[in-house]
């Protein structure tokens, strides 16, 4: 082999070859390289650029690249076991992720929180308390006085009483 060359490892024995036996909830663990969210990553030579190690898990088992966004039914960000994986795109991985109660956090655990329960929902009676327009919408001078009151923004008081 002239000097400089070498054989390069078929994808599939170097995908393989970076997965950590298997964990008590069936994901397989990668154990290659991570990007900044925990995804696995693995060199893709005609791209010359890393790829997810997860749509190279769905290209062995599938022969054919995904459409669009591959989810988790695990959860687990560097898991590659196949069985785990399903197409989706942002709204279907949204709805598992709220449906899996992984969604916001409200009220006190929402580390943005800066209200106890409590005064929010003395903010929500006194907003829904607040007389309104013939168009049905709650008039200015009410939001401002409650807004005022407890040092909040329009879109803060939005926020409060539409979520």
């Known amino acids: 082999m002239p000097r400089g060359t ?3 490892t078929p994808l599939d024995a170097r995908f393989l070859s970076k997965i950590r036996q298997p964990i008590d909830s069936g994901c397989w663990e990668w154990a290659g390289c991570k990007d ?3 995804y696995g990553l693995l ?3 005609p791209t010359q650029n890393n790829i997810r190690a997860t749509w190279v898990s769905f290209w ?3 022969k054919r690249w995904p459409s669009g966004m591959l989810c988790h039914t695990c959860d687990n960000p560097g898991c590659v076991n196949p069985n785990h994986l399903f197409e989706g795109n942002a709204k279907i991985n949204w709805d598992d992720m709220v449906r899996k109660g992984r969604g ?3 009220g006190e655990n ?3 929180c800066c209200f106890p329960t409590e005064i929010v929902a003395m903010i929500i009676t006194e907003y829904e308390s607040l007389p309104r327009t013939q168009s049905g919408r709650i008039a200015r001078p009410g939001r401002q006085k409650i807004m005022e009151k407890y040092g909040i923004s329009s879109t803060h008081l939005y926020r409060l009483v539409k979520y």
């Open 43 to 45: 060199w893709y030579t």
């Open 6 to 8: 070498y054989e390069r």
């Open 110 to 112: 929402n580390g943005k």
């Open 60 to 62: 062995l088992v599938n």
């Open 104 to 106: 916001r956090y409200k």
């Open 36 to 38: 900044k969210d925990g």
